[in-house]
Nanobody, 123 residues
Framework: QAQLVESGGGLVQPGNSLTLSCASSLLNLDTLTVAWFRQAPGKERERMACIWPDANTYYADSVKGRFAISRDNAKNTVYLHMNSLKPEDTAVYFC?????????????????WGEGTLVTVSS
C-alpha cells in the first residue's frame, strides 16, 4: 500500500489550472516536509515546491508565481495548485515526504514517495 497517494492529474488546455492532491492514511503529513517533484519523458526528476511543518515554502524558478503548495491538516492533505499551465509542464507529478526538515533537490534520500499522477497540458 502506497504511503502517499496523488490525485488530480489529467488533460488540461494551456493557460488553464489544475490542483493536485497528496494524501496519506498512514502518515501525519503535518509533521513532515512534503515536496512535489515532476518528471517529463526523457528528462530528469525536477523539484517543484516544498512545504515544511511550519508552513514555510520553496518554489523552483520555473513555477514561481504560477504554482502554489499548501496544506490542509484537517484533511491530512498537501496540494499543488497549478495556474497558467504550459505544454512544458506536462509530466508525471510525484508527492514526496521526509521526516527530516530537509527538502531534497533531486529526491535522493526521501523517506516516502507516491506513485505519481500524470498531467498533460495540450490543446
Amino acid at each position: 500500500q502506497a504511503q502517499l497517494v496523488e490525485s488530480g492529474g489529467g488533460l488540461v488546455q494551456p493557460g488553464n489550472s489544475l490542483t493536485l492532491s497528496c494524501a496519506s492514511s498512514l502518515l501525519n503529513l503535518d509533521t513532515l516536509t512534503v515536496a512535489w517533484f515532476r518528471q517529463a519523458p526523457g528528462k530528469e526528476r525536477e523539484r517543484m515546491a516544498c512545504i515544511w511543518p511550519d508552513a514555510n515554502t520553496y518554489y523552483a524558478d520555473s513555477v514561481k508565481g504560477r504554482f502554489a503548495i499548501s496544506r490542509d491538516n484537517a484533511k491530512n492533505t498537501v496540494y499543488l495548485h497549478m495556474n497558467s499551465l504550459k505544454p512544458e509542464d506536462t509530466a508525471v507529478y510525484f508527492c514526496a515526504a521526509d521526516r527530516a526538515p530537509y527538502c531534497s533537490n533531486d529526491g535522493s534520500g526521501v523517506d516516502y514517495w507516491g506513485e505519481g499522477t500524470l498531467v498533460t497540458v495540450s490543446s
